[in-house]
């Protein structure tokens, strides 16, 4: 008998400790929302673009509201793949300015859009890494339009890298710039782990290093790579012009109350793109260099900031909130599976801020989604 008891407490422990959070989740109430999302960049069905935004809201129990839980498959606007990989977009769907004037939140996802090349890799649903005819893509002037009128409507209105971006055009361009209160310098920049890995670093990119420095792409190991349109290329390498983290998040102090989860000094690993705050937006969160003196001089000599926004908000004479990301923020390699656990958002990032070198999934989990998660807490629907 006490052979068996021995061993039956243990075992009691282990189960509460994974029931106790899963009640505690199960039981939470669900919380109406509607949320737009456009998301043009999906070539394949993995829409890797928006996919963490959907397992966040699924997660936090927001529902449409007809009550369903979102569906990363249907519930985006934008690129819809066809049924077999390498297909052409089965169908499109922009934003109206109906839908805009509905949602509670419009958040512009990704609007780079997909093209001929990448449905070439088939069923290995790689994207490519040369330029080529694009099929569909870029915001429109009456979709820059449609967010700017949910503003006025007091709507709340989130977009992130690339949406100013090519393909968009000038005119759609300006209007979201004026709406959120930011201005792009058209320079943007990304982490490689191995600057000599052809399968990640994109062919466009070495070709315009190349063009303008007239010599051959022969980096090695890890670095940044900074480029403005296809004119200009700058790479801080590694232990000659960076450290092995140089990117960071940094809160602005006071730190938001939006941000109060969010780890302080994360680094970031993945596109971004330069961008200057109008009077009256306010900045939240900062990028932030830490370089090698040399790797200060280079951005010196590119007349580039070592401190520029990655957060921004911007009230709008209607009352709605802007903000801008300036971050591929919501793309992210997330498993399919939910955690169905009260508190796992924060046990997870205690794990990621143990590691030492830029992560997505560290990006993801100390940054994105506890800021994410006390933003949309804070959106009311109507």
Not at 174 to 202: C, S
Not at 211 to 227: A, N, S, T
Not at 232 to 261: F, M, N, Q, Y
Request: aromatic residues 12%; proline residues 7%; contains cysteine.
């Amino acid at each position: 008998m006490k052979s068996t008891l021995r061993w039956t407490w243990p075992i009691l422990l282990v189960a509460l400790l994974f029931l106790v959070p899963w009640a505690i989740h199960e039981l939470a109430p669900s919380r109406v929302l509607d949320v737009a999302v456009v998301d043009k960049t999906v070539p394949f069905r993995d829409r890797i673009e928006h996919r963490s935004l959907f397992w966040l809201l699924n997660h936090l129990k927001i529902v449409k509201p007809d009550g369903a839980a979102y569906d990363r498959d249907r519930d985006y606007l934008g690129a819809f793949p066809g049924p077999t990989p390498g297909d052409p977009p089965a169908r499109t769907v922009d934003l109206t300015a109906e839908r805009a004037r509905r949602a509670d939140l419009v958040y512009l996802a990704d609007t780079y859009g997909v093209y001929r090349k990448d449905l070439e890799s088939g069923p290995a649903m790689k994207a490519a890494l040369e330029r080529s005819r694009p099929l569909y893509g870029g915001l429109t002037a009456a979709e820059a339009e449609a967010a700017r009128a949910a503003l006025a409507a007091g709507r709340t209105v989130i977009a992130e890298f690339n949406t100013l971006g090519s393909p968009t055009g000038a005119e759609a361009r300006g209007t979201l710039e004026g709406a959120l209160g930011v201005r792009w310098t058209r320079w943007i920049g990304r982490y490689f782990a191995e600057l000599e890995d052809r399968e990640e670093v994109p062919a466009w990119l070495r070709h315009d290093y190349e063009r303008e420095w007239d010599r051959k792409w022969e980096f090695r190991g890890p670095g940044y790579v900074l480029l403005q349109d296809d004119d200009h290329c700058e790479v801080l390498r590694v232990g000659i012009e960076s450290p092995r983290v140089a990117l960071r998040l940094e809160h602005v102090r006071p730190t938001d109350a939006v941000l109060e989860d969010s780890a302080d000094g994360t680094s970031y690993p993945y596109w971004f793109d330069v961008v200057e705050a109008a009077v009256g937006t306010e900045v939240l969160a900062n990028f932030r260099w830490h370089l090698e003196p040399a790797g200060l001089a280079r951005l010196e000599a590119r007349r580039l900031p070592a401190v520029f926004p990655a957060v921004t908000r911007r009230t709008a004479p209607g009352g709605g909130v802007g903000w801008y990301f300036a971050g591929d923020f919501a793309d992210n390699p997330m498993p399919d599976g939910l955690v169905p656990f009260a508190g796992y958002l924060s046990a997870r990032r205690r794990v990621e801020m143990l590691k030492l070198s830029p992560s997505e999934l560290e990006f993801y989990w100390c940054f994105y989604a506890p800021m994410m998660a006390r933003l949309l807490d804070g959106i009311p629907h109507r």
